[in-house]
């Protein structure tokens, strides 16, 4: 079953969840002075649109008609029961999950693309700088980029430039230029805070230059709604009141931010972040004031963290390889409104290879990782009885990613 919605239903607003979160966020904080960060800390990386939507009250925010253009390309995406998924486990669990591998970079990505660079080409900004873990953002703001005139310099995490150099040349293709990062140390496999610390650098010694973050600053969770906001109205064309169980994998928390932060006010719908073992920021991190990089550039952020100097195993999930979490998302665990599960690489590849060959198509190692809880909770619901809807966010394809799943297949994948 595939719930489609026609192009004028794409959503006309994002969704602002702050005022419905269990207690107010904590203010980022300057990385000199250690005071609450105001505009002007922000004007040399961001344009004032996006400051602005970083720290809004307003629960919804207009979507600009030239970012509704772009978004009907592909959007709305669509919603998907996974019949065959479930029989194969044999649960009365009812299974759907969000597509948005379907984007033109292959992954919810590009909702918050298209609209930064759209802001950036409206305040004068000619080119922008971003890191890239998985190289999913850095295609998505290459493809927005190129659409919008602006040049595109890509920090790519060096441990996924050697393992997915198809994800380079995508990029490329777009017209962005890609190098790996740490750029100063080329032993080093990276991480995605040394190649924000690379990005930021850039950014700031060229006066035509903005930063673009794929994660964790509210303005990028607030773009993602899109894709919660389309997910209920597709649900209840379904014929499903709400979900019981909501699913994302979390890195720095956009595509889990994206499907569920819409379903935040219902206390009825569970909502579940699923992370890698290798890198357990909510599941074994600690709260607190943290640098969203390697180098200590960017402001402090509130939020569970494994240290901005941790480097994590070099696992094929590289979009999940962040040493913290967006404050949204720490909120709501830390406050009991989301839960945290985190899986060992070994264990999501058995779940991605069993979607693949009942679903039909072949995940993201990030996607793998809410398809794996997916799995468990349904075959819970086996054993009681109980037929719990789940839904949980299809994030992005793994076409890109079959070295993985060639490692995996022939028993070379460690789980790190």
Known sequence: MRIVLPPEAVPSAWYNVVPDLPAPLEPPLHPGTRQPVGPEDLAPLFPEALILQEVTSDPWVEIPGPVLDVLRLWRPTPLVRARRLEAALGTPARI??????????????????????????????TRLTTETGAGQWGSALAFASALFGLECKVYMVRASFQQKPYRRVLM???????????????????SLGTAISDAVADAAGRADTHYALGSVLNHVLLHQTVIGLEAKEQLAKAGETRPDLVIGSCGGGSNLGGLALPFVPDPEVALLAVEPASCPTLTAGRFDYDFGDTAGLT?????????????????????????????????????????????????VF????????????????????????????????????????????????????LQAYDDHLAGRLPDA
């Open 299 to 347: 402001p402090l952020l509130s939020m569970y963290t494994l240290g901005h100097d941790f480097v994590p195993p070099t696992i094929h999930a590289g979009g999940l390889r962040y040493h913290g979490d967006a404050p949204i998302i720490s909120n709501l665990v830390r406050h009991g409104r989301m839960g945290a599960a985190a899986y060992p690489q070994g264990k």
């Open 172 to 190: 490329e293709t777009w017209g962005a230029s890609v190098v790996p990062s740490p750029v100063a140390d080329p032993e080093h496999p990276g």
């Open 96 to 125: 759907y999950y969000k597509d948005e591998s379907v984007s033109p970079a292959g992954s919810h990505k590009p909702n918050t693309a298209v609209a930064q660079a759209f802001y950036n080409q409206q305040a004068g900004t």
């Open 350 to 401: 058995e779940a991605a290879v069993l979607f693949a060959r009942t679903q039909g198509s072949v995940p993201a190692p990030e996607t793998a990782h809410a398809i794996r809880a997916a799995i468990d909770e349904a075959l819970r619901c086996k054993e009681t009885g109980e037929e719990r809807v789940i839904l949980f966010s299809y994030s992005g394809h793994g076409l890109l990613d």
